[in-house]
């Protein structure tokens, strides 16, 4: 192979990347185009199933959102399967669920006992922990 004639700026992938009229200089200066504030403090969700999760978890008002987004950039940064990101995410809903029900209203607040009584709740039901 011939690398003498191999270039990165007729790279396919380049032009992805780099919008036709921008030089390689000044392509990281102005590409991708800045946020505007209000963008800039929401955190990008690439993944339609980390979505679902937090469209449910606001329908259903509970509370630890923050939590729960951070954790779920985290399994798609790690490249999990969409099917581990959707079952991830409900059971933390079950969870967030039980823990209104018996009057937790914040995450700080947990204790041992209340992932035990999750914990024999769902084996109750007949399901895994």
């Known amino acids: 192979m011939n690398l003498e004639y191999v270039s990165v ?6 032009r992805k990347y780099c919008p036709p009229g921008l030089d390689k200089s000044t392509a990281s200066l102005t590409y991708p185009p800045p946020l505007r504030q209000a963008e ?9 199933e980390i979505d679902r999760v937090l469209q449910r ?10 939590h729960v987004i951070q954790y779920l950039l985290y399994l798609h940064r790690r490249n999990c399967r969409p ?3 959707r079952s991830n995410g409900s059971t933390i809903i079950l969870f967030l669920t039980f823990l209104t029900f018996i009057g937790r209203n914040h995450l700080e ?12 709740r769902e084996q109750d039901r007949e399901k895994r922990p």
């Open 9 to 14: 700026e007729n790279s396919k992938y380049h």
């Open 83 to 85: 099917n581990t990101i």
């Open 57 to 66: 978890l606001s329908d259903k008002g509970l509370g630890g959102e923050t």
């Open 40 to 48: 800039a403090d929401e955190p990008r969700v690439a993944n339609p």
């Open 109 to 120: 607040s947990i204790t041992r006992e209340d992932f035990s009584a999750f914990i024999e």
